[in-house]
């Protein structure tokens, strides 16, 4: 019979995820057959991954989540993993993806009336078909698992728990405070058969002396009856983010990778325009791993760019990400003025799925789109390419051969990666295609519909090696950590959670 565990929370971003990742990898190592689950999830970094049907494997998405979960346990990702995914476009919309199959754009009012129903089956046939080819399921839960108002409909975290018959581990965040309080008014709030459930609880993000816990510890254990099965240090293993609130909001800037103790002299900075409705953005994490790399989020909002500063004044290359509504984001971009700063720039400049298509002459059919009605809104006009929306979503994994030119010259052999976009990119004069026919370079420009692109060690070492020469800066040496991330997050599980107290596999 399989077991599963429901990594829980008191609210979001307390670690479930990567104490998820840990256990997929834990279990792993121990040779039991484990796969994540997620039934439904929120986020605009989705993966393209195979789609079990009848008819045999089709091409369909999934959150980055389990995806990378997916990679700990040493499986192969399906939409199984993650059968309903929301991703946001703004307004109060997101689009709807059912097992892997993009659905129309409905408001959160109109989903849990119409289409909820539909989309607790698929989670639960996808539940039963991974549950039937493994030992032990790690099912992540989303936000808070006590959140009153949504316990009638919450696919994540109390359909989950019921149908899945799921042990439940409690995460809470004591970074943010009150954490014992929170624990306990979690508990108090749950359901009388998902309190029945609650098999333990972890602390997560400690820093300091553990011990100092142990009175707090005594005393919720006490009153709840619920064992605190270990407290978690303040880690960060490496493994991407799951959606872009991880990022800085619209009118802040931050950057990744800043604190390496690389000096200034020999590291650049990758300027990364922070787009209101920016998709992918895990597509930047292979840069900002790398020592010396600098990968700036840019603010683009107009009261900010109006201050008189030039947001690409310090930086080295710029990229521009993927975003969920090209349209909308291209006029955010065009009537902020960074346009303008774009144009003036002098330095390699990459565009990524919806970037690419910004950075062209024109996109047509834009109603199809944006939330506007109309049909043609001008690109950035640094590539002579032409975008035009089309209805249907193209969706694959696939290997494209390299013949490095411009920002990413000297690169060769193949990259692979995966296309998830709508619409359709034809040349207006004639441009290379260094990652084949729908990419496009022009001097120092690239654009592709590649996500995954720097991901490729061929790609991302010739892109660097751009940046580099571009700057007159010498690269620092090679990083010399071994650890992956799935191993890293294995590690922190294992070293600082009692995983023998969840018997059956966890005792191997």
């Not at 080819?133 to 959140?147: F, K, L, M, R, T």
């Not at 919806?354 to 944006?370: D, H, I, K, S, W």
């Not at 009605?373 to 494209?400: C, I, N, Q, Y």
Request: charged fraction near 25%; include cysteine; proline fraction near 6%.
């Amino acid at each position: 019979m399989t077991r599963t565990i429901l990594i829980a929370g008191t609210a979001s971003h307390v670690g479930k995820s990567t104490v998820a990742a840990g256990l997929c990898r834990h279990l792993a190592d121990r040779g039991v057959a484990v796969a994540p689950y997620k039934a439904q999830n929120m986020s605009n970094n989705a993966r393209v991954v195979v789609r079990p049907n009848e008819d045999g494997h089709e091409w369909g998405e999934i959150g980055v989540s389990q995806f990378v979960q997916a990679r700990a346990a040493r499986t192969t990702p399906t939409t199984d993993l993650n059968p309903v995914l929301l991703k946001p476009r703004g307004d109060g919309e997101s689009q709807l993806v059912v097992q892997g199959e993009p659905r129309e754009h409905f408001s959160a009012g109109t989903y849990y009336e119409d289409h909820w129903e539909r989309a607790r089956e698929a989670a639960e046939e996808s539940y039963r078909r991974l549950a039937a080819d493994h030992e032990v399921v790690i099912a992540e839960g989303a936000g808070s698992i006590a959140e009153i108002n949504l316990h009638d409909r919450d696919l994540a975290n109390v359909e989950t728990a019921r149908f899945a018959d799921a042990d439940v581990v409690v995460l809470v965040d004591i970074e943010r405070g009150g954490a014992f309080a929170s624990l306990y008014g979690t508990l108090e709030l749950l359901p009388d058969d998902l309190r029945e459930r609650v098999v333990g609880a972890v602390i997560t993000k400690f820093r300091g002396d553990p011990t100092l816990l142990e009175p707090g510890i005594d005393e919720i254990e006490s009153r709840t009856g619920v064992p605190i099965l270990g407290v978690v240090p303040y880690d960060d293993p490496g493994l991407p983010e799951e959606d872009s609130v991880a990022l800085p909001a619209t009118d802040e800037r931050a950057r990744e990778g800043a604190d390496d103790g690389v000096p200034a002299d020999r590291s650049v900075t990758i300027a990364v325009p922070r787009l209101p409705r920016i998709s992918n953005a895990t597509d930047l994490e292979a840069l900002a791993a790398v020592p010396g790399v600098r990968v700036d989020y840019v603010p683009v909002a107009d009261d900010v760019l109006a201050r008189g500063r030039d947001p690409l004044a310090d930086a080295d290359a710029v990229v521009l990400p993927g975003t969920k509504n090209t349209v909308d984001d291209l006029l955010t971009l065009r009537e902020a003025g960074f346009g303008d700063a774009l144009e003036g720039f002098d330095g390699p400049v990459v565009g990524l799925c919806g970037g690419y298509q910004m950075l062209g002459e024109r996109v047509t059919n834009a109603a199809l789109e944006g939330t506007g009605e109309r049909d043609v809104v001008e690109g950035l006009g640094l590539l002579p390419v032409e975008t035009s929306f089309e209805g249907e979503k193209r969706l694959e994994r696939t290997t494209v051969a390299v013949d490095g030119t411009g920002p990413i010259a000297g690169a060769s052999g193949t990259a692979s990666g995966y296309e998830i976009h709508a619409g359709r990119t034809r040349a207006l004069a004639e441009v290379a295609t260094p990652l084949e026919p729908e990419s496009a370079a022009r001097g120092d420009v690239l654009g592709t519909y590649l996500h995954g692109l720097f991901d490729n060690r061929n790609v991302r070492e010739a892109f660097l090696e751009v940046v580099y020469r571009r700057a007159g800066r010498t690269r620092p040496g090679a990083s010399t950590s071994a650890a992956s991330p799935y191993d890293r997050a294995a590690a922190l599980v294992g070293e600082h959670v009692d995983l023998t107290a969840l018997g059956g596999p966890f005792e191997i």
